[in-house]
């Protein structure tokens, strides 16, 4: 899992819906969009999907990894997600579920442990930099 890595993406408004964009990023095309609820045509996942997403892939990858770094009998993790705001702050719930009949108590216990430490979660409770400009039209 490294660190010094720069990612980009493009996002571009494709006027499927009055929301939806086309996502390209590392090679990989995605479809945005806001619901319809909310006046998009649900055509994709709207971005605090995609955030709750991405806190889930990292955190499965993230005890992935460290049980592969041990050689523990990890069959499988779970992670299940929600996101919502009270009082203005933005709250992320994850459960953990370890499959793995031969893991040890103490195991599953550390396996919990490094799944708080997963980079996008490490950013997200940090403070992130980001800077905005303009870019030329082509």
């Given at each position: ?59 499965a990858m993230t005890v ?29 719930t994850k459960d953990i579920t ?41």
């Amino acid at each position: 899992m490294a660190d010094e890595k720069t990612t980009s993406a493009n996002v571009i408004e494709i006027g499927e819906s009055a929301y939806a964009v086309d996502i390209e990023v590392s090679g990989y095309h995605l479809k945005g969009d806001e619901s319809v609820s909310s006046g998009g045509g649900g055509l994709g996942p709207a971005p605090y999907d995609t955030l709750l997403a991405a806190l889930g892939e990292c955190t499965a990858m993230t005890v992935r990894w460290y049980a592969l770094q041990q050689k523990w009998p990890l069959d499988k993790v779970g992670v299940r997600l929600t996101y919502h705001k009270e009082n203005k702050q933005d709250i992320f719930t994850k459960d953990i579920t370890l499959y793995g009949e031969r893991l040890t108590d103490d195991q599953r216990k550390k396996l919990l442990e490094v799944a708080g430490k997963c980079p996008v979660q490490r950013t997200l409770e940090g403070t992130p930099i980001i800077k905005t400009g303009a870019a030329d039209r082509n």
